[in-house]
């Protein structure tokens, strides 16, 4: 079980606690929404399951993918490419086929060849 405690801009304290993935994407959505403004906030995690430092760029957005389950089905280049535009960030392929190649060499994800080409899973 994670915490967080977090203290906004206007003074409000929040306390977060729930699963280590799910504190992280609420972390994340506080710290997008105040920006500059947001003030420290500090976490804590079991020691059996500790917290990735989060990338930037497509890598760390496909690793965010893989992390809520968006791999449990087979997805193309295509697809992931449509999910990253649905949230807003915007990559070629070409971008993003070099990230899935490094993510199935360090076996975050696996990568199966089908007849219309290559389809990433989890």
């Known amino acids: 079980m994670a915490k967080a405690n977090l203290v906004l801009p206007d003074g409000t304290t929040v306390a977060i606690e729930g699963t280590a993935d799910d ?3 609420l972390l994340s959505k506080f710290s997008q929404s105040s920006g500059a ?3 420290k906030h ?4 079991s020691s059996s399951g500790g917290t990735k430092k989060k990338k930037d760029g497509p890598t760390g957005l496909i690793i965010e993918l893989s992390n809520e389950g968006y791999f449990k089905s087979k997805r193309t280049l295509g697809d ?4 990253l ?3 807003g ?3 070629a392929i070409t971008t993003i086929s070099p990230c899935l190649t490094r993510l199935t060499k360090k076996r975050t ?3 199966l060849r089908e007849k219309k080409g290559w389809v990433y899973v989890n």
Request: charged content about 50%.
């Open 23 to 25: 504190v992280a994407i």
């Open 37 to 39: 403004e947001r003030k």
């Open 42 to 45: 500090r976490s804590r995690t």
């Open 80 to 83: 992931i490419q449509k999910k």
């Open 85 to 87: 535009e649905e949230r």
């Open 89 to 91: 960030h915007i990559y």
């Open 109 to 111: 994800l696996r990568r």
